[in-house]
């Protein structure tokens, strides 16, 4: 395995990319998108690991325009004006130009995956209901039925449009996202969605369950996550 992190020009200047390359012709592709705290080591480890499985693997550094770096996990009031520098609208063209790195390397936008945690999660199903691409699978997403904010609202009502097969995957002790919110997600995409989508619950786990280093981690959520997400990737992406 190689990895790497390299700069794609986007509108806004270059933004880094962490990549990890795996032995061998790559199966496909998985943008890994952070969570809230940037690309740390944890998003860095989770993108080693699907290289691992085989796949061409890229992080883009969403904060680029509010000057880069992570942020501890908690310190929301670091998180907030990284932030202020984002919106969906620049958040697919971040998309974009990794989606351009993919390419160049040769992998098709269909046999991309989007793979994201926390504010990625949503970010996974921003992608799956704006870009045809051959998967999107988010951990944990905020923000699709109740929006975060004036500049990333809520995407439920999007759900026809959603161009993207996508997995859910939340803990039932997430209070930042209320069960009730997972089930009208759930609901809303049996009867709306045109392309495969399935939404799974975690009675045990919390926010943040698939990530090792919070204490919210909770290990059996998280192996059975994985699982799925590999085997979403393995059904949607062409080989």
Not at 196 to 207: G, I, L, M, S, W
């Amino acid at each position: 395995m190689e990895t790497t992190t390299f700069e794609v020009p986007t509108a806004d200047g270059p933004m880094p990319v962490y990549r990890a390359r795996p032995d061998g012709s790559p199966r496909g592709g998985v943008l890994v998108v952070q969570e809230a705290f940037g690309v740390n080591s944890h998003i860095e480890d989770v993108t080693r690991r699907f290289a691992a499985e085989g796949y061409l693997a890229m992080a883009p550094h969403f904060f680029h325009r509010s000057g880069g770096g992570t942020v501890a996990y908690g310190d929301f009031g670091a998180v907030m004006p990284h932030f202020k520098e984002l919106s969906d609208e620049r958040i697919l063209a971040d998309i974009d130009a990794t989606l351009g790195a993919f390419s160049e390397d040769g992998v098709s936008l269909d046999r991309v995956g989007v793979v994201g945690f926390c504010f990625g999660g949503r970010v996974s199903f921003l992608a799956a209901v704006d870009r045809s691409l051959g998967a999107a699978v988010g951990f944990y997403g905020g923000g699709i039925v109740s929006g975060r904010s004036d500049v990333m609202p809520a995407l439920v009502d999007r759900i026809g449009e959603m161009y993207t097969p996508w997995l859910g995957l939340f803990g039932d002790r997430d209070a930042h996202i209320p069960v009730d919110d997972v089930e009208k997600l759930k609901a809303a995409l049996k009867d709306n969605a045109k392309v495969d989508a399935e939404v799974v619950r975690y009675p045990d786990a919390d926010h943040g369950f698939h990530c090792d280093e919070r204490e919210s981690y909770h290990p059996d959520s998280a192996a059975d996550g994985w699982k799925r997400t590999l085997e979403w990737l393995s059904n949607h992406l062409p080989a």
